[in-house]
Every structure is written in structure tokens, then in C-alpha cells.
């Protein structure tokens, strides 16, 4: 597609759910990187992919937190059990190998 | 590990008048340095980005920074901002790939007509 494409735009779940967020990078992007953006502060780091593999996972927050790219083209954030905390906008992000990075518009997560 | 911050939250200013947002980073490799901005209800743009070469660098709607390395910063500035500046930006410090980014906390501008 032309742009980065991120579903579903909203997304509210009740504490505790399982919830699984959707990335479509740009077509032909081998690298993506999902972010998280609360409230008043900037985009943070959780994952970046190349290829299919997670070439760097050390932002993500801890083990209810996990993120794939089987295919090595569209990328699922998962996240168990929920908290409050967790609700911010997800942002995906794609890049071919030395491009600049493309922003999709993001999910924003509500956990009540 | 690198962090990046930007020292002003809010900026409110008049059409017309000139920008300039800071940016400090601390980084201890070689530093590529980014400028996003993110309009109301759209995603995160770049606007410049500093890989090498000439500190100055010119980005998209006559915004341009500038790397000091000596202060560790990477400014922002329009000489002339108009009310569809509006929007909130973001500093950002990458690794030596230049793709994983390191964003200070924005700074939200707000034009007035």
C-alpha cells in the first residue's frame, strides 16, 4: 500500500483481556518497529523487526508483551492480560534496509 | 543509552514570527539526529534529518536545524511560521543505522492567526 497501514485505529478492552494490534507495512519494507506513545511524552521503542526475525526487543516492557512477523510483512503486537497502563497509541513504523523510517497513524489502546 | 530532550513543552507564537525549538541529546556513538512533526490527526512526519556532512540541514516547509556537536544540540528553526505550522514536533537521536529512534517528549506549537 502506500503508507503504513495500522488496524484498528481504537481499540478499547477490559483489564485483564488478551488484545492483539495489526501492522501492514509498506510493501517491500524489510524492517519494522513497533512504538508506544502515552499520554504527553514521545514515541518509545518496544521491537524492531528485519525480515522476520526481532533483530532488537529490548523495549519491550516485560513478558506480556510479544510481537511477529512470520511472513516478514505484516506484524501482530500482542498483549496478555491488560492493565490501565497499558493504554496509549501503538504506533508501527516500516523502513527498507536504509530508508527513512514511515509512521503509520497508529492504535490507540484503551484499558478500563 | 541515549536520551533526548526537549526543554519546551509548549511554544505559542504569532503567524509571522520566528521558531526556534530546542533539542539536547546524549548519545555516545556516531549520532544521526531527526525532526518529526505530527499535524492534528495525522501521523508522524520528518521533516530534516542529520546523518553527516553539513551541520545545517534543510528540511520540508522551510524548517532547518542545526548540529552543534559541542552543545549536544539539534535545534529547530523557521525564520517565519504560519498558522498551519500548528502541530506538535519531535526530536529524535537514531542509532548508527539511523532506524532505531530515540524521541524527546515534543514540544506542542501552537500558531495563533
Known amino acids: 500500500g502506500a503508507g503504513v497501514s495500522q488496524t484498528p485505529s481504537n481499540k478499547v478492552t477490559e483489564k485483564g483481556k488478551y488484545v492483539e494490534l495489526r501492522c501492514d507495512p509498506i510493501?517491500?519494507?524489510?524492517?519494522l518497529y513497533w512504538y508506544r506513545q502515552s499520554l504527553g511524552q514521545g514515541p518509545e521503542f518496544l521491537i524492531y523487526?528485519?525480515?522476520?526475525?526481532?533483530?532488537?526487543d529490548s523495549g519491550l516492557p516485560n513478558d506480556r508483551f510479544f510481537a511477529v512477523r512470520p511472513e516478514g510483512s505484516v506484524s501482530t503486537l500482542k498483549i496478555q492480560r491488560t492493565e490501565r497502563g497499558d493504554s496509549a497509541v501503538y504506533l508501527c513504523?516500516?523502513?527498507?534496509?536504509?530508508?527513512?523510517?514511515?509512521f503509520g497513524s497508529g492504535t490507540r489502546l484503551t484499558v478500563v | 543509552a541515549q536520551s533526548v530532550s526537549q526543554h519546551n513543552h509548549h511554544v505559542i507564537l504569532s503567524e509571522a514570527a520566528s521558531l526556534e525549538l530546542g533539542c539536547n541529546y546524549s548519545y555516545g556513538g556516531t549520532v544521526n539526529l531527526f525532526w518529526y512533526v505530527q499535524y492534528p490527526g495525522q501521523h508522524l512526519q520528518l521533516l530534516l534529518k542529520?546523518?553527516?556532512?553539513?551541520?545545517l540541514v534543510k528540511g520540508i516547509k522551510g524548517f532547518e536545524a542545526e548540529f552543534i556537536k559541542s552543545k549536544f544540540s539539534f535545534n529547530l528553526r523557521k525564520p517565519s511560521v504560519q498558522w498551519s505550522d500548528t502541530a506538535e514536533y519531535f526530536c529524535?537521536?537514531?542509532?548508527?543505522?539511523?532506524?532505531?529512534?530515540?524521541f524527546g517528549g515534543g514540544t506542542r506549537l501552537m500558531v495563533k492567526p
Open positions: 542529520y546523518f553527516s556532512g553539513d551541520p
Open positions: 510493501s517491500g519494507h524489510t524492517a
Open positions: 513504523a516500516s523502513s527498507s534496509r536504509t530508508g527513512p523510517v514511515t
Open positions: 529524535a537521536v537514531g542509532n548508527n543505522a539511523g532506524n532505531m529512534l530515540t
Open positions: 523487526f528485519q525480515g522476520t526475525g526481532a533483530a532488537d
